[in-house]
């Protein structure tokens, strides 16, 4: 027993994968003087911290997909809030949708104030360091948000994987995690949700393959290495011209991350990941549009915003849009005479 205490969280999803809000979180993630990198190795090495993390996103309070994040200070003054987030499976680097989710309640709560209509800057410290959720507001309402990531870059292309499907050639890219990217048709398999099974075991071959080879070491920060996800792509229709301007890209896409969870989003670290690959090989530039797609239909929108250099590499800053919506509060309570504490998860 690490808990007894109920614990009040703040539910949204992004695209429809789901976003749990911990405004009061554990206190050993919340105390003074440290970054919010550090504050993830607190949380990582905790057994309070892990423990309501576990309550919070196993059965029968979440499931095998559930992700969210605890609300943490920032660095400095230059930020609004930090954020630590968590899957089944620990804390990862980096969450785009987390960060549309995040600005989105941070406006609409009035956490940080906007005007009725136009565009606020919610500046958010996560341990792959800051990015700014710009929330555009109408009528009062927010309308949508768009997530301005780390730089991201490629970090090895045309890396073979021997999987149970056969070998299959993959990229690798930094968004804020390391993604490995691959056609969904390189496994003999397409981005839809009937297929989601067997898209999880080749990611988990994958992911394991490459990590076992130190195949995605970060250059800088060994806090960041390790292949996070694999992005499965799928051509939705021919680049054609964008009204205003470039080139429309419609893709589909499915990202499989940590161990096994699936992204209903298109994924915002992964489309960054994706931008840069599709940078890397010409096919998107300033001017152009990534309309990315999720195996459940819902869309965002990325664009280059500028183009930049980090580690030696050639890189992009990325902006992506997408919409988040609440979907309620709720208040978790802990029955010490309950033998399944703090949640398990089947998958």
């Keep these: 027993m690490r808990s007894t205490g109920p614990v009040e969280t703040i539910d949204w999803h992004t695209g429809g994968e789901p976003f749990r809000i911990v405004p009061d979180s554990p206190a050993e993630v919340t105390v003074d003087g440290l970054t919010v990198a550090e504050r993830r190795l607190v949380a990582i090495e905790s057994e309070e911290v892990q423990w309501v993390r576990r309550l919070l996103c196993g059965e029968p309070r979440g499931h095998a997909d559930m ?3 605890f609300l943490v200070p920032p660095d400095d003054d230059g930020a609004h809030l930090g954020v630590l987030f968590w899957h089944k ?9 987390g960060t549309i989710a995040l600005g989105a309640w ?14 606020t800057d919610v500046v958010v410290d996560v341990p792959s360091g800051r990015v700014t959720a710009s929330v555009r507001t109408g ?8 997530f301005t990531n780390v730089a991201a870059y490629v970090h090895a292309r045309g890396v073979e994987v021997a999987t149970s499907l056969g070998t299959v050639t993959v990229d690798i890219a930094f968004g804020g995690a390391m993604y490995a990217v691959l056609p969904a048709a390189a496994a003999g398999l397409r981005v839809r949700p009937r297929d989601v099974a067997q ?50 890209l419609h893709q589909r896409n499915i990202t499989v991350f940590a161990d096994g969870a699936v992204d209903r989003s298109p994924c915002g670290s992964g489309t960054s990941a994706r931008a840069a690959l599709l940078a890397g090989a010409g096919e998107l530039g300033p001017g152009d549009e990534l309309r990315h797609e999720s195996v459940v239909g ?31 509060t709720c208040r978790f309570t802990v029955d010490p005479r309950d033998a399944l504490l703090p949640g398990f998860v089947l998958r």
């Design 89 to 97: 499976d620990g804390f990862s680097t980096a969450c785009g949708h």
């Design 199 to 248: 898209l999880i075991g080749v990611a988990r071959e994958i992911r394991d393959e490459l990590n076992a080879a130190r195949a995605a070491d970060h250059p800088a920060d060994a806090r960041l290495s390790g292949v996070y996800g694999t992005v499965f792509t799928e051509e939705v229709s021919p680049p054609r011209p964008r009204a205003g301007g470039g080139r429309l």
């Design 298 to 328: 819902s869309l965002f929108r990325a664009r280059i915003t500028r183009e930049t250099t980090v580690h030696g590499k050639p890189a992009v800053i990325t902006a992506v849009t997408g919409t988040a919506h609440a979907v309620g």
């Design 106 to 119: 941070a406006v609409a709560s009035g956490r940080v104030p906007a005007p009725a209509d136009g565009v």
């Design 139 to 146: 009528g009062g309402r927010v309308e949508d948000v768009t």
């Design 67 to 69: 992700y969210g994040g």
